[in-house]
């Protein structure tokens, strides 16, 4: 007789799904600023989809669609079913940009037609954001300040390096190109020289030698 009231009872708890109240209680605790992303199970789909605050009454509704998902603001929810007892089916809700306003109890929940409605409910905290300290944000303007000047006094030896060569160079080009040119000048000057003692030694008279008389 107790086994029956055992798998009775497991029967309701699955057909139920937590609408007799609070399943189970999670808090989350995020800064202020900052984004939460929550998931509630379900053992058994649902038609409509909804995610509430507090007391979940009419103005507490922050979504409600029969899709698989929605936005309203800040706050969005994303459907995905599941086969039970294979797998179980979740509903994702998330809030971005936390204010302190946003701490307090949720239900996210699904409404179903010949099932009871089940909901699924946490808790957010949202604390204060956490202070940045000035020297926090000066020191990466500082170092990147630095890195700056190194890069710097790295580039500018290489760029004397390059114009010192370059100038080198041209002078180099310059001196061959001036040695050549004078080599080449006495070179021609020697041979017009020598071309023109050839031409007078072959239009001077022939010089004959007078031989004595004999006696």
């Known amino acids: ?60 509704i922050l979504i409600e669609t029969r899709g698989s998902a929605a936005q309203r603001g800040r706050y969005s929810i994303k459907y995905k079913e599941g086969s039970f007892p294979m797998s179980s089916t979740y509903m994702h809700v998330r809030v971005t940009h936390l204010t302190k306003s946003d701490s307090g109890r949720y239900r996210c929940g699904l409404e179903r037609r ?11 905290r949202v604390t204060d954001a956490p202070k ?5 944000v000066k ?12 890069v710097k006094g790295k580039i500018l030896p290489l760029v004397l390096c390059v114009i010192v060569l370059f ?13 050549r040119e004078s080599d080449g000048l006495t070179t021609r000057g020697m041979s017009d020289n020598w071309n023109m003692e ?7 008279p022939a010089v004959r030698s007078e031989q004595p008389p004999h006696l």
């Open 1 to 60: 007789m107790k086994i029956q009231h055992v798998l009775l009872f497991c029967c309701l708890s699955a057909l139920c799904d937590g609408d007799s109240g609070l399943i189970s209680t999670n808090t989350f605790v995020r800064a202020e600023g900052g984004s939460v992303v929550v998931q509630c199970p379900f053992s058994f789909s649902g038609r409509k989809k909804f995610l509430c605050k507090n007391e979940c009454k009419a103005e507490d």
């Open 114 to 124: 010949f099932l009871l409605d089940s909901y699924w409910e946490f808790e957010l």
């Open 132 to 136: 940045i300290l000035p020297e926090a």
């Open 139 to 150: 020191q990466p303007e500082q170092q990147q300040q630095v890195e700056e000047s190194t």
């Open 167 to 179: 100038a080198a160079v041209v002078l180099l080009l310059y001196t061959w190109k001036t040695t």
């Open 198 to 204: 050839v031409l007078s030694c072959c239009t001077c």
